[in-house]
Structures are given as structure tokens and as C-alpha cells.
């Protein structure tokens, strides 16, 4: 049988202490065995730590290794998973926020599916769950256009995602490493957004994503978790991407026209007032 190799699951929290021994239970359960546990928490002002460092201390014979990484200044997702990327090991790493939870097989089954697929990153489908009511039928809406966005080819991806974000964040959140590597992690100029630039220059470095038609990831959704001002940040961020680099991307690709008319309206969400 193949020697299996070591996989990195880093757990994203922030103030999650009512919600990471949840996440942290799925990791624990998984079928999958060479696995290093690695928690960056993005400097919590609740629980999160003290909750995580006692589940760790309790569950570490379970892993090959188990960190704790912490800050003492909040930098937002991507200082997070970069701080947590230093320490990995592993040759795949799978990113999970505390409050969501992984299937059972979730990290076998991307594992398989990385062996067999080299350099391609897997898009897994995501069940969507709340303790609150909430109307799914948008985030369901956009999660199948990502699931068929997955199947595409890397050029039409590449055009696709260059128009427009069509990826579920915790859809692609298994990569092997030394893609990210080489792409220098997570750019921690978008605070509010750490998954699009880095999946847009996964695909401009010509890798591509692959649909793996199974539900990996369970995803939570807050009937508040983006509203107001949260969502005018996330929009001058994607504004801030666009004319960064998407524009020039766009321009490279024979996308000019459509870089034009999308400058238009993000240079009206640059300089609105939050």
C-alpha cells in the first residue's frame, strides 16, 4: 500500500468558542489518519484559545502534531492563514473556519482526489446548515454555479473568475502546498477577502480547479454574518482587487472592454462613504 502522506488542517478562528470543539471534533473523527492539526486563532476576545488549548491538550494523540498559533494584533483571515502556513508540514492543507465542520471522509476524499489529480484544486459541494431561520436559496443558487464552474475548462475558468467571483470559499479549501508556496500565500491586502486573489492567481499561473462531487464541507450561514457595513467593506475590497490586478489581469487576457466597463462601477464603490 502507498505510504500516506502528511495533511495539514488549519482551523480558522475568531471568537469561536461557542462553536470550534465542533470543528475540532470532525477533524478528530476523520477517516483519514496522518493529519496535523494546526488552530490559528486571529485574536479572539472571548474563549476561543483557552477553549481550544484543553480540546488539544485532551486530543493530541489522535494527530501526528497539533499547534496553537496566536497573534497579538487581528490582521484578518489571511495574516491568519499565513501566520498558520509557516508551521504546516504537510503536503496537502485544508483550511476549515470554527464554525463550520467537516464530513467525516472529507480529508480522504480530497487526499484521493489530489493524488490522482495533480495540480488541479479540488471544488468539494458544501451542505449548508444555521441554528438560525435563514433562506438558503441564494447561497444554494451560488453554490451550483460554482459546483459547474468547477467542471470547466482552465481557460474559461480563468475568464470566468476574472469577471467575476463564482467560487464558494469553503468549496476550495484544500490545496496542495506548494502551490500556495509558490504563490506566497494569502495576500493580506484584502483583510475582507483572503479567497479570490488567491484563487485568481492559481488560475493565471495556469493550475485549475476540479469538481470532486461529494459533501465535504458543512458550511454555516448567519442571517447576519454579511450585512451593512460588513458588506460595503467586502465591496471596496473587491474594488481595491480589481484595480490592483484584475484589471491588468483582464487586459492581458483580451478582456479590455470588459475591464473598462467594470472600472467604471468599481471606481463608484471605491469612493463611497461607509
Not at 71 to 82: E, L, M, V
Amino acid at each position: 500500500m502507498k505510504k500516506q502522506k502528511l495533511v495539514s488542517i488549519i482551523v480558522q478562528a475568531y471568537n469561536s468558542a461557542d462553536t470550534i470543539v465542533r470543528t475540532l471534533e470532525s477533524i478528530k473523527a476523520q477517516t483519514y489518519s496522518k493529519i496535523e492539526l494546526i488552530v490559528t486563532d486571529d485574536k479572539s476576545k472571548d474563549q476561543t484559545i483557552e477553549t481550544a488549548s484543553a480540546w488539544m491538550r485532551q486530543n493530541k494523540d489522535r494527530f501526528q502534531e497539533v499547534k496553537l498559533v496566536t497573534t497579538k494584533q487581528n490582521t484578518g483571515i489571511a495574516g491568519s492563514n499565513n501566520r498558520a502556513l509557516k508551521h504546516a508540514k504537510g503536503s496537502y492543507v485544508g483550511f476549515v473556519a470554527a464554525d463550520d465542520y467537516m464530513a467525516a471522509d472529507a480529508v480522504e476524499s480530497y487526499y484521493h482526489f489530489c493524488e490522482q489529480n495533480p495540480d488541479i484544486v479540488p471544488i468539494s459541494k458544501v451542505e449548508l446548515f444555521s441554528e438560525e431561520t435563514c433562506d438558503f436559496s441564494s447561497v444554494e443558487k451560488y453554490c451550483e454555479n460554482c459546483y459547474q464552474f468547477a467542471k470547466l475548462g482552465q481557460k474559461e475558468q480563468y475568464r470566468q473568475l476574472l469577471i467575476q467571483n463564482r467560487i464558494v470559499a469553503p468549496a476550495a479549501s484544500f490545496y496542495p502546498v506548494k502551490i500556495l508556496r509558490e504563490l506566497k500565500g494569502f495576500d493580506e491586502a484584502y483583510r475582507w477577502m483572503e479567497d479570490y486573489p488567491i484563487n485568481l492567481k492559481i488560475l493565471k499561473r495556469g493550475y485549475q480547479f476540479g469538481f470532486l462531487d461529494k459533501k465535504l464541507i458543512y458550511y454555516r450561514i448567519s442571517g447576519n454574518s454579511i450585512t451593512g457595513n460588513n458588506m460595503m467593506q467586502l465591496k471596496k475590497t473587491e474594488a481595491k482587487l480589481f484595480f490592483r490586478e484584475k484589471m491588468r489581469y483582464m487586459i492581458l487576457a483580451g478582456m479590455g472592454w470588459e475591464a473598462v466597463k467594470q472600472s467604471k462601477s468599481w471606481f463608484k464603490v471605491l469612493f463611497k462613504k461607509v
